[in-house]
C-alpha cells in the first residue's frame, strides 16, 4: 500500500481504450510510454528539458530497461506513474526506478528500471555528463 522508496514524482493517467489490447487489458507497450512520458516530465520539473539537452548537446539514452509486469490494468482505471532516480555516477551513467499503482487501490501493477548513459547528440556516441545534468540529476537521486 506505499510506495517502494520515498518522495516520488508522480503523474497521474486514465487508461484510453487505446491503451486496450486484443487480451482486453493494457498492452504492455503502453506501460512503457507511460514511463517514457513520466521521466521525461520528472525531468523537466528538475529544469532539464530536451532544449536544454540540445543546448548541451547532451542527453542520456537507455541503454538497459527491465519491467516487471504484476497485475493488468483496464480501460478507465485511474493510475499512477511513479519515478525516482537512484542513482547518478557524475559521469556517464544515471538508473531511474518506475512503480506504477492502481490509483483506488493503491496496488503496484509494474515496477520498471532504466540504465541510462550520457551521449553526445549529434554524434549518438557516450559522453560524459556536462556540469549541469551532475548538478541537476545528481542533486535528485534519492537515498535508498
Known amino acids: 500500500m506505499h510506495w517502494d522508496f520515498a518522495n516520488p514524482y508522480i503523474e497521474r ?6 491503451d486496450i489490447d486484443e487480451m482486453g487489458h493494457t498492452n504492455n507497450a503502453s506501460y512503457v510510454v507511460w514511463c517514457e512520458h513520466c521521466a521525461w516530465a520528472h525531468s523537466r520539473r528538475l529544469g ?13 539514452a537507455i541503454q538497459r530497461a527491465e519491467y516487471e509486469y504484476l497485475l493488468p490494468s483496464f480501460a478507465g482505471e485511474p493510475l499512477e506513474i511513479a519515478t525516482w532516480l537512484v542513482h547518478c555516477d557524475g559521469r ?11 490509483a483506488e487501490t493503491a496496488q503496484t501493477l509494474l515496477r ?10 549529434t554524434t549518438g556516441k557516450p559522453a560524459r555528463f556536462p556540469p549541469e545534468f551532475v548538478a541537476v540529476y545528481g542533486s535528485a537521486v534519492i537515498s535508498k
Open 13 to 18: 493517467i486514465t487508461v484510453s481504450e487505446n
Open 48 to 60: 532539464l528539458g530536451m532544449d536544454d539537452y540540445r543546448r548541451l548537446n547532451r542527453g542520456v
Open 92 to 102: 556517464l551513467r544515471l538508473e531511474r526506478r518506475f512503480q506504477i499503482r492502481h
Open 112 to 121: 520498471g528500471h532504466w540504465v541510462l548513459i550520457g551521449i553526445n547528440l
